[in-house]
């Protein structure tokens, strides 16, 4: 199956936008293999961020969609057949007149993001899947407690 990455690159945090946000389709099926944080922040500063269930999508117009990395190349299938991830490089994700509205965390990052790092990889059957092509299937990363300068990267499968 085909496994591709999402970066994020000196992105300043915010707790009512995302980071990024996967969306599958009706028929389409990702596992997170791998979250990672790096702090980037000029001080001493405490982050808290979660990888979430997105409980309501998000209304107004719908932020820019990514095209992930394919780790393989020549792979056959397209991360579009399965799904839309939503992010940029650079910047939070805005979802215009609402922000999609997500469950408690399943994962969180906790460190000093003064240069802190944190990475999340999963045991076999601790990965965190998508499906269903809902706003229920959806996953979504954000902060939970500020707004520090961030890179990092999540690295998922298509199934």
Do not use: C
């Amino acid at each position: 199956m085909p496994v591709y990455n999402k970066t994020w690159l000196g992105v300043a945090l915010s707790t009512s936008n995302s980071t990024w946000e996967l969306v599958t389709t009706a028929t389409g099926e990702i596992r997170v293999l791998e979250h990672y944080y790096g702090g980037e922040a000029t001080s001493s500063t405490v982050l808290r961020t979660g990888i979430m269930r997105v409980n309501a999508q998000g209304t107004g117009t719908a932020p820019t969609a990514y095209t992930p990395n394919l780790f393989k190349s020549g792979a056959v299938k397209s991360v579009a057949a399965a799904s839309t991830v939503y992010g940029a490089n650079n910047a939070t994700i805005a979802w215009g007149t609402a922000q999609e509205t997500l469950f408690d965390p399943m994962v969180t990052h906790a460190f000093n993001a003064f240069g802190g790092t944190d990475r999340w990889v999963p045991q076999p059957g601790e990965e965190i899947y998508t499906n269903g092509g809902s706003a229920a299937g959806s996953i979504s990363s954000r902060s939970l407690s500020g707004t520090p300068i961030t890179s990092g990267h999540m690295i998922f499968e298509e199934l």
